[in-house]
């Protein structure tokens, strides 16, 4: 193996190494995104919860069913929303995964595919 197969194979490494960069970015923003919407629907329920209570205390014993039917079908959907996802994070965050810690990993397999003349340096 010469010099310039050995240069070229360093470049095909960086540039895998750069996509894979690329593609765990990817997946820690839509981690992000994921959890600010999951914060948003959660205080959608807040706000919701505040609303039946207004209501309950407004209301006084009046029947109603449907201003807190409303609000209910509220905290149902945000909590739905909340729960696909946390399914859709944990998906993202499979074991294994960059997203995980395993980032030193990447590092140490670039090291290994430099020759041995080239690592004692």
Not at 41 to 69: F, N, S, V
Not at 80 to 95: D, V
């Amino acid at each position: 193996m010469d010099f310039k197969d050995t240069l070229d194979n360093l470049k095909d490494r960086a540039a895998d190494l750069a996509q894979a960069g690329v593609a765990q970015s990817k997946r820690l923003a839509e981690i992000a995104k994921l959890k600010m919407s999951n914060m948003a629907e959660e205080d959608a329920i807040k706000k919701a919860y505040m609303e039946i209570g207004r209501l309950y205390y407004a209301e006084q014993g009046a029947a109603p069913d449907g201003a807190y039917a409303a609000a209910c079908e509220k905290i149902t959907a945000a909590r739905a929303a909340i729960e696909t996802n946390k399914e859709r994070i944990a998906e993202l965050k499979q074991p294994g995964d960059p997203v995980d810690g395993d980032e030193a990993g990447v590092e140490e397999e670039a090291v290994q595919a430099l020759p041995e003349d080239e690592t004692q340096e």
